[in-house]
Structure formats: C-alpha cells, structure tokens
C-alpha cells in the first residue's frame, strides 16, 4: 500500500499524467477549433449557394413584373373599348404564356375577370377581390406577389402576381393579373431542381405565410412550415436573418441551414444539409486526430517515464542512501554534472556542516563537564520550569542527590 501511493504521488507519475493531460487537452483544444472553423467555412460556401439562388429568383420575378407593367400600359386604351377588345389584345400576347404558365386575366375595377388568356372555361366573371394581389393593385395601387394557394379554376397550387392598370391621368381603371402554376413545369423548377449534396435540398419560402413555394422534393409545394417557438432557426429565418444556423427539423434531424432573403417578394431562398452528411469530412479528421492522440499517448507515456526514471536514478539512489546512512556523515555519490548532481553536492555540503557542529557541541560538552567537574563549590542548573539538568560532585554530596 504505502509503495503504490508513493508510485502515485511520485514525481514521475505526476509529470507523466500532466504531459499526457496537456496533450488530451490540446487534442480536444484543435478538435473543437477544427468543428467550429469547419461549420463557418460550410455554412458560408451553403450561405453563398442560397444567395446565388435568391439572386436569380429576385430577377425572374423582376422580369415578370416588367413585362405585367409593360403590358399594363398597352392594355389600358382597350379596356375603354369593352372587354372583347381587351381579349382580343391579350390573344395578340402568346409570349405571356412563357412567362405565366397559369394564366394572365385582366380584371375590373370590382376585381371581376374580363379577359384571360390562355381562356378557361368558367374563369371569366369570376371575382378575385379576396386574392390578395388583386386586392391590393385596386385598393391601393402595389404591385405584389401573392400567398400560394390552390386556384379557383386551376386546382392547383398556384402564386399569383399583379400590377394595377391606369388610364393616362393615373387614375386606377383595373388590375392585370397572372399566376405561375406550381404544379406543372415552371420557372422556378430550373433553379429548386439543382442536386445540393446527397441529401440536401433547396427550398422557397414564403416567410409571411410559413409556406413553401416549392423544393427540391415537389411534394413539400404549398406545405406549411411548423408555427412560431418550434424552431428557433425556422423564427429567425422568417424574421428576415439572412446567414446560418444549425437546427433540429421536425422529424428529429439535425440540419445545417442557410437563408437568404427575396426582397422583391418576400420571399427567402434557403438550402439545407443534414449534419450528418454536412460534418462527414470533419469526424472522420476527429476520429484520425483521436487514434493519432492515442498513439502518441502511448508513446509520449513510456518515453516520458523512462526518461524521467532516468534523468531521476541518481536522487533516488541519494535518498535511499540518506536513509541508510541516518547515523553517518558519509559524502553520496555524485553521479552527473547536472542539476540532479548539484542537489546531492548540496546535501554533501549539508552533511559536512552537520558533521562540524556535531563535532563542535560534543568537544563544548566535553569542556563542560570538565570545568563543572573541577569546581570546589556546588553547582546545580534547571530549566526554566525548576527541573534540574546538571549537577557537579560538589553538589551531589551537599544535597544527598545523585545525577541519575
């Protein structure tokens, strides 16, 4: 027991475990240093991916509200003419399709279909007052892009966008109206269809509506987002942060996701990787930095502890020999040079002292008793409590009282 708790607290095992300490420490140190530059690093090239994204969507819609204004202008004049005069200009107009895959309509001041194009049966005298695009170019004149729903006459999800229409003094006479039907083949496929990672994806989102627009997966369309308080990133997102996070989904699956904003719209474009795929390269650095630890571990160990066993003998074999020698003034061996060697040159020097004050006191006690021995009167001395310590003949046959 007492030759294992000195092997603990010995010096070696304690230099050993703080080098091996230092070490583990500096692994996990750079291995924390390592994940943190690593998640920067992805979610500004993921951050950059969803920007080229949002980018690219801002200036199709850009584009789309150009040519609805445009059109704007050149239908106003017809809608003097009555409502055949206003189809027959948007029959003139086929590359409008190109452009709305759902439809164009051109709606009065009551927010009522006159003219559409492609025509669908039943469509026009249909009220669009309660679209909100709509309502918003004849309410109050803005041009806007609205919240995805399932059209009226399309059945399918659809957003919608709309431009007011004016006569020459400004004065509201109507609305143009179009809608991109996101269950066919459409502008937006083009950009959410590109491959991100093995597992990611790419996604519009409404942020006012917590809706998405489209995805990667065409069955999130139109799918609702979870509500405010369940994902912290999601909240943040439809906020307006634009940059990177890292989240929990809804299904339990961690997620490195980046966001960036749509202003023309609204909207923001966001691209998402499941951590597990996104830190692949970075565990596997880890699990070679750990074996790499290990084994320098190992080989830092026992070469720390031979060296030290070493470097130490000589101090070791001095105590053991001070032990031994308790009762000599015997010099110790020096066996090196060095630190060590001084230190037992410095316990010689100690013992020599020692040696002469030794030899000094018992030559002075010898002296002692001598004068003591050869004083005619009675001497007695005591301490300090009244006890004696000495006492010469004279005394011992004075007082009766032997020296034992």
Partial sequence: MKTSLLTRHSLKTRITLATLASL??????????????????LGEQQFST????A??????LEARFKALALVAGLVAPAMQDGPAAVQAFLEQRPDLQYLFNGAVAVHDLDGTIIADFPVLAGRRGLNYMDIDVIAAALKEGRSSVGKPIIGKTLKSPVFGMAVPIRD????????LGSGINLGIPNFLDQITQGRYGKSGYLILVAAQHRLVITASDQRRVIESLPGP?????????????EGSGIAINPVGVGI?????????AGWYASAVLPIAEAFAPVREMQQRMWLATLLLTLLAGGLSWWVLKRQLAPLLDAARALTIQADSSQRLPVARNDEIGQLIGGFNTLLETLGKRESALQESEESLAITLNSIGDAVIATDIDGRVTRMNPTAERLTGWSLA
Avoid at 24 to 41: G, I, K, N
Avoid at 55 to 60: G, K, L, T
Avoid at 256 to 264: C, F, T
């Fill in 24 to 41: 583990w420490s500096l692994s996990f140190y750079a291995s924390r240093m390592l994940h943190q530059d690593m998640e920067r690093q």
């Fill in 256 to 264: 490195l996701a980046s966001a960036k904003g749509i202003p023309i």
């Fill in 55 to 60: 980018d690219m969507v801002n200036r199709e």
């Fill in 168 to 175: 020459v003094d400004g004065k509201i006479i109507g609305a």
């Fill in 229 to 241: 308080d369940i994902i912290p990133l999601l909240d943040r997102f439809v906020s307006g942060y």
């Fill in 50 to 53: 969803a920007s080229l994204i």
